[in-house]
C-alpha cells in the first residue's frame, strides 16, 4: 500500500459503497460519510423519500450517490440487485450490511412466525448479499464487508428481545466465519455492534416508556444515547485500506457498554464533579 498522505489514509476516490438502510439513521449517515471520503454511494432501502434526501445531501457536498428501492428479507431480489451493479459499475469494493427489522415479543408468546421474519430479515436476507456481492469481490482480489449487528450479538438483552438477539448472535457468527473463509482471497468481513442508537424506532420507544431511557444510560459510562453518526469514522476506517489487517472483529459502539459489569454504575458527569 506504501504511504498514506494525510487525506490517502482514508481515500476512497473510485470505489463503490453498497449501503443497505440508507434512508435514515446510520444507513444514511454512513452513506454521507463514505461519500465525502471520496466513493460513489448505492443506497439500498424501501424508502425512496428517505434515501431521496441523503442523496440530496450528498451531491449538494459534491459526492455522488444512486438509490435502488430495495427490500434486504427478500433474497429473490438479490440476484437482480447485483446483476445491476454489474452493469452499471462493474465492481463492489465495499458493503455495509445496515437495514432490518425486529420483533419484539415475549418468548413464552412470540409466534414462531415471526422468529422466521426476523431470521429472514436479519440473518438471511444480509448473507443473501454477502455471498452475491461476496462473490464479486472474490473475483476482483479485495473487498471490504460490514454487518450490523448489536450487543445482542454477544449479550442478553431480555425485554422480549428473543427473535432479536438470536439473529444478531448470528449476525456475530456469519461474520466470524465468512471472514475465516475470505480473508486469504482479499475479503474482509467484520461487525460493528452498537448500543441504543437514537433512532425513530427507539424515539418511539422512549416516547412510550420514558424511564428506558434511564434505564439504558444507567449501563452506558459515557453518559449518553449513540447519535447515527457515530458510526462515521468507523464505517470509513473498515471500508478504506487503512483497516487492511482487521477482519472478523466485533467492534462495539457502545460508549461503553459492554465493558462495564452488570452491577456497575457509571461514574460522575462533569456537572456532578464540580
Not at 465495499?94 to 415475549?106: K, P, R, T
Not at 465468512?178 to 486469504?184: K, M, N, T
Amino acid at each position: 500500500m506504501g504511504e498514506f498522505g494525510p487525506e490517502g489514509l482514508f481515500d476512497l476516490r473510485g470505489r463503490v459503497a453498497v449501503v443497505s438502510g440508507a434512508a435514515s439513521g446510520m444507513g444514511r449517515a454512513s452513506a454521507i460519510a463514505l461519500a465525502a471520503h471520496g466513493a460513489t454511494v448505492v443506497m439500498l432501502d424501501r424508502n425512496a423519500g428517505g434515501m431521496q434526501e441523503t442523496g440530496d445531501r450528498i451531491t449538494a457536498a459534491g459526492g455522488r450517490a444512486v438509490a435502488r428501492v430495495h427490500d434486504v428479507s427478500s433474497v429473490d431480489a438479490v440476484a437482480g440487485l447485483c446483476g445491476w451493479l454489474d452493469g452499471e459499475f462493474g465492481r463492489i469494493d465495499f458493503l455495509a450490511n445496515i437495514a432490518g427489522e425486529a420483533v419484539m415479543a415475549d418468548p413464552l408468546d412470540i409466534e414462531i412466525d415471526a422468529v422466521r421474519q426476523v431470521l429472514e430479515n436479519l440473518v438471511v436476507g444480509r448473507f443473501a448479499l454477502c455471498q452475491e456481492i461476496g462473490r464479486r469481490m472474490i473475483r476482483q482480489g479485495r473487498g471490504s464487508i460490514v454487518n450490523i449487528g448489536s450487543l445482542a450479538s454477544v449479550t442478553a438483552l431480555g425485554r422480549g428481545h428473543i427473535a432479536y438477539s438470536m439473529a444478531m448472535g448470528g449476525v456475530a457468527q456469519m461474520t466470524r466465519e465468512l471472514s475465516a473463509e475470505w480473508a486469504g482471497r482479499g475479503v474482509r468481513v467484520n461487525a460493528i455492534l452498537p448500543a441504543q442508537v437514537r433512532n425513530p424506532g427507539i424515539e418511539q420507544r422512549i416516547a412510550a416508556n420514558p424511564a428506558i431511557e434511564q434505564q439504558w444510560l444507567s449501563g452506558i459510562p459515557a453518559g449518553r444515547l449513540g447519535r447515527p453518526e457515530d458510526i462515521q469514522g468507523l464505517i470509513v476506517f473498515l471500508a478504506s485500506d487503512s483497516s487492511s489487517w482487521i477482519t472478523g472483529a466485533l467492534i462495539p459502539m457502545d460508549g461503553g457498554n459492554l465493558a462495564m459489569n452488570a452491577g456497575g454504575s457509571r461514574g460522575p458527569g462533569k456537572e456532578q464533579s464540580t
